[in-house]
């Protein structure tokens, strides 16, 4: 006789793992065949009232749980190769459920990462999501954050601070009622948040052409920060070379956010790495060919102390916080 928790899995989540790797989810584990690449694994967790809100629609929740991982493995080089899905729930909501498995299912076809296994867990606490995902790349290839040399370009994917104002614009009290925050720029804003959109597609270029490299998830003045310490050195950013969305810039002009705000805020999940001189046309060039922007925004140092941030009149930012921090 099958349990409410094997059926629950067998109704959801079996129709996704497709992979024979899988074994349709009917064992204890699962089989990634070796090969000559390195196994890059990684791992992240969300919960509702930190990292998605309770009344975000269940298919942007799974999305969101596995896209984390995804930009992880991309800041790394590594190609997608599977997830475990660990789901803990307050109780089983069949309408919730069907919305978060068909979000899950979407993107792990869409970005060639099956669902392997995992559990399915009560609590009676808050709902959490973890997924361990597996990735793929040539044998000593991996890009990691301590690889940044003195005179490397700062470079950074699409735009930062897009989700923080998300997130803001998704609570009572925000700034919602600012002129700039039209219907058209609040969807895109709080899209962002609920949505991330993993670089996957620069992985290769990462790979390629990046000493070092990681996704910014914490916020870019805090993350950069902890590059620049594996690396054991500095950086100098120019404040007015950070890539921000048309909307961002009018809630700065608005004075409804400030740009310290943005480069502290969480969620971006851009990817942020120090490319080599002679690499960087290349490396542009080739997310550009990828429809990713990468923007130069500054210079790695030598130093020790934390990386500057420039205003363009030479005065330097000093901010309240460096990033978002769970504790």
């Known amino acids: 006789m099958s349990s409410p928790e094997d059926d629950l899995i067998a109704r959801y989540f079996q129709p996704l793992a497709t992979d ?5 989810l ?7 065949k070796s090969s000559t690449d390195d196994l890059v694994v990684t791992t992240d967790a969300i919960v509702e009232g930190v ?3 309770p009344e975000d629609p269940p298919e942007t929740i799974a999305r969101k749980a596995l896209r984390v991982n995804l930009s992880d493995l991309a800041a790394k080089g590594a190609e997608p190769t599977g997830f475990v899905l660990t789901l803990a729930l307050r109780d089983v909501n069949h ?13 792990a076809a869409s970005f060639a ?12 606490g808050p709902p959490m999501i973890s997924i361990t995902a597996f990735g793929r790349v040539a044998a000593g290839r991996m890009v990691r954050r301590s690889g940044a040399q003195a005179g490397d370009a700062v470079v950074v994917t699409g735009t930062i601070g897009d989700a923080a104002l998300g997130l803001a614009l998704s609570k009572p009290g925000s ?3 600012s002129p700039t925050a039209n219907a058209s720029a609040r969807r895109m804003l709080v899209e962002r948040y609920r949505v991330p ?23 870019l003045a805090g993350d950069l920060a902890k590059l620049c310490k594996a690396s054991g050195l500095s950086a100098e950013i120019k404040l007015e070379q950070i890539p921000l969305s048309p ?9 409804a956010t400030t740009i310290d705000a943005l480069i502290s805020g969480g969620d971006d999940y851009e990817i942020l790495c120090a490319i080599p001189e002679n690499h960087l046309a290349a490396f542009v060039s080739a997310a550009g060919a990828r429809n990713v922007a990468a923007t130069v925004i500054g210079v790695i140092r030598d130093g020790l102390e934390p990386p500057r941030f420039v205003a363009s009149d030479g005065r330097e930012l000093r901010l309240k916080r460096g990033s978002f921090s769970h504790f």
Request: glycine share 10%; with cysteine.
């Open 175 to 177: 700034f919602a009622s």
């Open 197 to 219: 959109q993993p670089r996957v597609a620069v992985a290769p270029a990462v790979r390629d052409y990046a000493h070092a490299a990681m996704d910014v998830s914490d916020g």
């Open 51 to 53: 990292h998605f809100l």
């Open 95 to 107: 309408g919730w459920l069907s919305g978060f498995a068909k979000g899950l299912g979407e993107d």
């Open 26 to 32: 009917i064992d204890d584990a699962a089989i990634l």
């Open 247 to 255: 909307q961002a810039r009018s809630l700065i002009t608005a004075k």
């Open 113 to 124: 990462c099956p669902l392997l296994g995992g559990d399915t867990v009560s609590t009676p």
């Open 20 to 24: 024979p790797a899988a074994f349709g």
